[in-house]
């Protein structure tokens, strides 16, 4: 597989030049820390601490393993592992081969595992007994997949004539896998130095402690989301511990306070949705958040009654990080329950640039609004296996197009005043409509369907699809049973609000004019506030 770096040579040398990147790969870091403090506390999940020496070993011997089942440099290895320890092993093992990792999550299902494992042409799977008939069943549809490992409930052991590969720090380690506003999930390849630099830097900047201690970081996210990929880098870059809670089908609130007070965090790292479950409960007897010194919310916007809530109920800042796994990254830090949220800090050169630009593509000046475009150390290598995807985000020797529509204020502070993606940010979650509209044209009952995020308190936003009947009106329930137990599409994804029109509005080119299904779709559901079908 090739992963061609659509960033200039010379500016990823000065960049390492300058210290920005440490021109060294991730498990060459990663044994630095074990050398370093091998007694301190690497990963605590539901089986207990882990401490770097011990994740050490269970690294060199699955790197080991993996080696001798021909995954080495070059490999481009999947995984599909629960939120627990094991992730972050496979993670360092496959790091150690110089090989790529392409971690998928609970809720990736059949169809999101060959598309994303597919376009990535996986050579090799890593897995656990639970999802190995998943996985089985998706090898006669992946040509390129030659070997799936199976973890069990043991470590594997340390070969004494294995050692680890000599790595270019420039050279491909994890692949990020996000919706986008694609109809397929999005493949996003990032280097080591991109890894361990410039997202090492806005993780070493979100995770600093009062007295530099290194912190303790309450992961609510999956380790293998874009957002989770976090917990590697904080290992290698912070010297952190990394506390995963197990993870459930549904988030546990409760769960993940008691959390707190068993594991004395310095840090809890949550999607606004999350925060507000948390902050909306009661205290319960002898509860304790005193460890915390930061909230870090990401992943989705954060609205002024979050924060305010959150304030309130963690009694430290909350750390508002505006990102996405393309490669844009800015943070601002709160502790004023009335801050302008739309303004989210003051970009970092060590992580990535911003400029802002117009319909002509070229530069605008400060306090001017445009599309918002991001350059820097932690700017990935490319989009997998899409270079028109490439071709279309990707200008002037890198600079990343977001999509997104800002102002760099005359201070240099970035203000983001529109998300135009077309994507449904369910609780952080975010889902591709263009997928969902593509399948329900499928159905036999819908004309024309057009998919928007519609607001809701708890999540944020949840999909709803506009639709024109052919014929005899749809039930949700129905175009559901028809996406998910016809078409396969992933639960995770299932609109959850229904609105039939007697015709699609359109826009000036003739296509459906999004702003106004939008603006029908948010009144239906102020007219009627039950999930389910409105209008």
């Known amino acids: ?5 659509r960033v200039d040579r010379g500016l990823r040398e000065q960049w390492v030049a300058r210290g920005w990147c440490p021109g060294r790969g991730l498990y060459e870091l990663f044994a630095e820390r074990v050398a ?3 007694e301190r506390a690497a990963v605590a999940d539901g089986e207990g601490e882990l401490s770097y020496a011990e994740l050490g070993r269970c690294v060199r011997g699955l790197a080991a393993g993996l080696a001798a089942r021909g995954v080495g440099p070059g490999s481009v290895v999947g995984v599909k592992v629960p939120a627990d320890r094991r992730a972050l092993v496979v993670d360092l093992a496959v790091a150690a081969l110089g090989a790529v990792v392409l971690p998928c999550t609970a809720g990736h299902g059949r169809r999101d595992l060959l598309a994303a494992w597919g376009t990535a042409r996986v050579d090799a799977v890593v897995t656990v007994p639970e999802w ?8 006669p549809e992946l040509p390129d997949l030659h070997e799936v490992v199976v973890l069990g409930g043991d470590a594997w052991p340390e070969r004494a004539e294995w050692v680890p590969a000599v790595v270019d720090a420039a050279a491909p380690a994890r692949i990020l896998l996000s919706s986008g506003s694609e109809a397929a999930p999005k493949l996003i390849a990032y280097s080591h130095n991109a890894l361990a630099g410039g997202r090492g830097r806005y993780v070493e900047r979100v995770l600093a402690t009062a007295d530099g201690a290194p912190p303790r970081v309450l992961l609510l996210v999956g380790p293998a989301t874009a957002y989770g990929s976090l917990a590697v880098v904080a290992l290698v870059r912070c ?10 089908e549904r988030f546990d609130p409760a769960g993940a306070l008691t959390a707190v007070g068993r594991w004395r965090p310095t840090h809890l790292a949550a999607v606004p949705t999350m925060l507000r479950r948390m902050a909306e409960l009661v205290p319960a007897p002898g509860e304790d958040l005193s460890s915390l010194q930061a909230v870090v919310s990401s992943a989705a916007a954060l609205s002024p009654a979050v924060l305010g809530a959150a304030l309130r109920r963690f009694g430290c800042p909350v750390v508002n990080v505006y990102g996405a796994s393309d490669g844009l990254n800015c943070h601002a830090r709160w502790a004023d329950p009335d801050g302008d949220l739309l303004r989210v800090g003051l970009p970092d050169p060590q992580v990535a640039e911003f400029r802002v630009c117009g319909p002509d593509g070229l530069p605008v000046p400060a306090g001017v609004p445009g599309e918002l475009q991001a350059l820097g150390p932690m700017t ?14 990707r200008v002037d020797g890198g600079w990343v197009r977001s999509g997104d529509r800002g102002v760099l204020e ?3 502070s970035l203000r983001v005043l529109a998300r135009i993606k077309q994507t449904v940010n369910r609780g952080g979650v975010s ?3 263009a997928e969902v509209e593509r399948l ?5 009952e819908v004309a024309e369907a057009v998919c928007v995020p519609v607001p809701d308190q708890d999540l944020g936003e949840r999909m709803c699809v506009c639709a024109v009947p052919r014929g005899v009106e749809p039930t949700l329930d129905e175009l559901t049973f028809f996406l998910a137990e016809l078409c396969g599409l992933e639960r995770y994804k299932l609109p959850e609000r229904l609105l039939l029109l007697e015709r699609m509005p359109l826009g000036g080119s003739g296509k459906p004019d999004r702003r106004v299904v939008a603006e029908l779709a948010a009144a239906a559901v102020r007219a009627d506030g039950a999930v389910g079908a409105v209008g």
């Open 1 to 5: 597989m090739e992963f061609p770096d």
């Open 36 to 38: 370093a403090h091998g």
């Open 132 to 139: 190995k008939v998943l996985v089985d069943g998706l090898r």
């Open 239 to 248: 010297g952190a511990t990394v506390v995963l809670p197990p993870v459930g």
């Open 380 to 393: 990935p290598l490319c989009h997998v296996g899409e270079p028109e995807l490439d071709a279309r985000l």
């Open 410 to 412: 005359a201070d240099g």
């Open 431 to 433: 889902i591709s409509v």
């Open 440 to 444: 329900l044209e499928g159905h036999p």
